[in-house]
């Protein structure tokens, strides 16, 4: 693999940088399966996709999937594919879709930091206005929108506000302020993390999926859940949404608050798994025998992995940066091939869960699970994320 001269990479182990060259194999491979289509999850036991025609709400994980992938390995036809694919993603820019955070960062931003192609910047920037302007007026909180896409349940509205939102709907705020300067992206996201703090965060330091709220008095109607055990249950993804957006959120400002509100969502995460895989939910029963999700443990990791090659070293941060390694070393050991006799494609990262409820791809490999362990690697190998 190539490597940036003026970065030192923080790979610590010849296992984890095998495991980084299995998932620039696995995009490849992918890349010949699909055509213009777009991965989605597949099958633990082939690596055969389930493809969707327009991306669904992960097409932005896709591209920054290629562009890496084409850095890594000195291939400007993926990082051109990367930029093609975003243009033809731009027409969701209108929709009002929490996941535009995602779809834009990890593509247009990313283009932009480092190809520096100006429409990316445009397009990035209209992206960030756009979902700035989803806030609910009565509280700031950030909803999950009307037309917002994920295949697999039909919720959709601008008064249901999500635990995940701390993740999709903030990124671009961070992006945005250092791009432009203007304190509408701090302020509006400082709001929602309040709104968090108040109503989706729990004394045992667990968090609620989804609430919906009043848009006229921002009085909380209901509390529930779509993809945990019930409604006063814990999905772990969810609360890996909560660590990664609080932690982000500090690297940006440094602003102790977030990091304080990260450490509840962590020590509450750590105390229930450590660095093990967790279950699909942390207050199911039997969860022994609950399908665990992969997914989770990435997003966190990917979070970890940017403080760790930040220029903080504090004392405060060393509480997350010294749980990385054990929870990387874990997570890996779940990505393909898992021993000699395994023929799958390589670079696999199974047992993701999507849907446990619906039993919808809830022991799978996940394009956004590859790619939250993708991004945590590259981090590392890069010593940083261009933004």
């Not at 969502?265 to 025998?289: L, M, S, T, V």
Request: proline content about 4%; charged content about 25%; glycine content about 8%.
């Amino acid at each position: 693999m190539t490597t940036n001269a003026n970065r030192k990479s923080r790979i610590k182990s010849d296992r984890h940088a095998g495991v980084l060259e299995a998932l620039c194999e696995r995009v490849l491979s992918t890349r010949n399966e699909i055509g213009k289509k777009w991965p989605y999850h597949a099958e633990p036991a082939t690596g055969k996709w389930e493809l969707t025609e327009d991306g669904d709400w992960c097409d932005g994980h896709w591209i920054e999937m290629l562009r890496m992938t084409g850095d890594l390995l000195g291939r400007r036809d993926l990082i051109d594919e990367a930029l093609e694919r975003t243009e033809r993603v731009r027409y969701k820019l209108e929709k009002d879709d929490q996941f535009r955070g995602h779809r834009f960062y990890y593509s247009a931003a990313r283009l932009w930091a480092t190809e520096r192609e100006e429409a990316m910047r445009t397009l990035a920037l209209a992206a960030a206005y756009s979902v700035r302007s989803m806030a609910m007026g009565v509280n700031g909180a950030m909803p999950i929108g009307t037309e917002v896409q994920v295949k697999s349940t039909t919720l959709a509205s601008r008064s249901i506000v999500a635990i995940d939102n701390l993740h999709p709907n903030l990124i671009l705020d961070w992006w945005a302020l250092k791009e432009t300067g203007d304190q509408t992206f701090a302020r509006g996201a400082r709001r929602m993390f309040e709104v968090v703090e108040k109503y989706f965060l729990r004394p045992d330091g667990s968090t609620i999926e989804f609430i919906e709220f009043d848009p006229i008095t921002g009085a909380p109607l209901r509390e529930f859940t779509l993809l945990g055990y019930n409604d006063e249950s814990c999905w772990s993804r969810g609360q890996a949404w909560a660590i990664a957006g609080s932690l982000i959120a500090y690297e940006h400002t440094g602003d102790s608050y977030y990091l304080d509100l990260g450490k509840k969502f962590f020590d509450y995460w750590w105390n229930e798994c450590g660095e093990n895989i967790p279950p699909y939910d942390f207050k199911a029963p039997n969860r022994q025998h609950m399908p665990i999700d992969t997914s989770a443990s990435g997003i966190v990791t990917s979070a970890l992995a940017r403080i760790v090659t930040s220029d903080d070293h504090s004392q405060q941060v060393t509480h997350f940066t010294e749980r990385l390694e054990p929870m990387l070393d874990a997570l890996c050991a779940y990505v393909t091939p898992i021993g000699e006799t395994d023929r799958r494609p390589a670079g696999m990262l199974i047992n993701g869960c999507f849907n446990q409820p619906k039993q919808y791809a809830y022991n799978h490999e996940l394009i956004w699970g590859n790619f939250y362990l993708m991004e945590t690697l590259y981090c590392l190998e890069k010593g940083g994320m261009p933004c």
